[in-house]
């Protein structure tokens, strides 16, 4: 006996807190554990060791740069399990709610349901930010969570650079904020967007699939011109100064030919018309082709039987 309690003392303890900490939340599922080299560990379900290994792989590349930017995932956990599996969750929904993912700041836990594998490292990488953000908030002495909608902006900035797509943001944003307002440096602190309005729910549950914004741009430009230095200071004041200088950069970035700013944005726009335009007049062409397209003749050998 002295035996076997030695040996469970020098089990892995990742293992055991995995499956141990989702058990206890999801008890009817078999969950198994996924080491990674994280501050953040990992157990599956319902999964081969293929799939396993790949979310896992997800979890420790998002939870590593995370845990480096904002802190506050150390002995987290993430419990990823099939699609299969999502009914496990489903008393932690709204009424008529599919969950995908759920994350429960105050414990460290992302609860993943794989419902769409397409979505799954876009979920892990909104997710996670979520719990560093609810104890950054905790450590501020701010009571319920992070400010929103602060706090989900600047998980979009993560899901951005997870799928790779801040520069197609960027060029979708330098014409927007134009068209939206092509004269950013009259805008005074009142015109900015209301930043710190509420807290999110703790646990909060999302579908990554509907959750996609293009504003996790401005985090990026409040990092690199104020420094990680500002995510700790989550006031109206900072973030509105913040949000109006950033529109004055963006509209700088436009391109100002000979003519100024506003024939760059003509050019730009019409540049996007002409691509869609062509889209959709090849596609046409190709309706018609297809339409015009011959008819096949008869295959004689069909009727070879009638005249047996």
Known sequence: ????AVFIVLLPGT???DQARCAERFPDVDWVDSPIDAPITVATAGMTPEMAARFAADVERNANLVQSELGGLDGGVACLA?????????SYAAPGQRLHVGVFGEDKMLVLAAVEIRTVDDAIAFGLPHIALWQLAADLGIEGGYPEPLG??????????????MEQYRN???????LDDPNPELRTADDATEWVVDTKPDPYFFDPQFVASNMGLFIDHAIETEGLAILRDPTQETWAGVENRWRIALREELPQGSFGAEWGVALVVTFLLLTVLLAWGKRRQKKREAQRRPTPPADETLFDSKHA
């Open 172 to 178: 979708e944003l330098v014409v927007a904020m134009f």
């Open 152 to 165: 989900s902006t600047i998980a979009h900035w993560y899901m951005a650079r997870a799928a790779g797509l």
């Open 82 to 90: 099939v699609a299969e599996l999502a009914p496990a969750f489903s």
């Open 15 to 17: 293992a055991l807190a």
């Open 1 to 4: 006996m002295a035996f076997i």
